[in-house]
């Protein structure tokens, strides 16, 4: 069984930042499409960015100019550093690798007003 290992979240006050990093022991992360997803209480699990290559990047629109998401192959880790954090930003974040179905445990970002 593959493992993505999730970790760097946390409370946060509005206006706060957060880093959450995605490695894994199993394979290398460079080689596939990475991405996080999130998932608000009631709500879908939704995309907030997926990363080809470093310079190809695609986020969702509530979070385009506050999120980056990167990655270290030397780490072997995926990043998304988050700015300007938000109270709607409060959810559970997944990292996945989707074209191989492979989901992290999550971990919970909460942003306070």
């Known amino acids: 069984q593959v493992q993505l290992v999730e970790s760097g979240g946390g409370l946060v006050q509005a206006g706060g930042s957060l880093r959450l990093s995605c490695t894994s022991s199993?394979?290398?992360?460079?080689?596939?499409?990475m991405a996080w997803y999130r998932q608000a209480p009631g709500k879908q699990r939704e995309l907030v960015a997926s990363i080809i290559t470093g310079a190809n990047t695609n986020y969702a629109d509530s979070v385009k100019g506050r999120f980056t998401i990167s990655r270290d192959n030397a780490k072997n880790t995926i990043y998304l550093q988050m700015n300007s954090l938000k109270p709607e930003d409060t959810a559970v974040y997944y990292c996945a690798a989707p074209t191989l179905s492979y989901w992290g445990q999550g971990t919970q970002v909460t942003v306070s007003s």
């Open positions: 199993e394979i290398s992360l460079n080689m596939w499409v």
